[in-house]
């Protein structure tokens, strides 16, 4: 099989929220990129959209990051969740992160260049 990722996945396993119109159920973050996350399927999920909004606090500071998602697919009580858009501040937080889970700058140079080209194809 053919690995597609083009971003580094954190496991990351942490509280967070899911928000959907007026609805917010309470998740478990499983891992995250700086493209996406996976979270647990929370008890009584039924979005009426496919567009959630992702929040969670990094822990041991009051730190907040947020993102506009989509749910790209649901197995095994989890949800797949694609950024569609993310604040500067939370991806400033997002990417030092990942940083120091993965380890190389050089890669996350990279996937921070291929996250900005992917939101601004007219480049």
């Known amino acids: 099989m053919n690995e597609r990722r083009q971003f580094s996945r954190v496991l990351f396993s942490n509280q967070a ?54 749910l790209v697919h649901q197995k095994d009580n989890q949800l797949g969740l694609a950024c569609l858009h993310i604040d500067v501040e939370s991806i400033s937080h997002l990417r030092r992160l990942v940083e120091l889970n993965v380890g190389d700058p050089t890669l996350l140079d990279r996937e921070l260049t291929l996250f900005i080209d992917k939101r601004n194809p007219e480049k």
């Open 17 to 70: 929220q899911l928000c959907c119109q007026d609805a917010i159920w309470q998740t478990k973050l499983l891992d995250i990129s700086l493209n996406g996350a996976l979270v647990e399927t929370p008890a009584n999920f039924t979005p009426k959209s496919q567009q959630l909004q992702l929040s969670f606090t990094i822990p041991d500071s009051d730190i907040q990051v947020q993102m506009e998602t989509e």
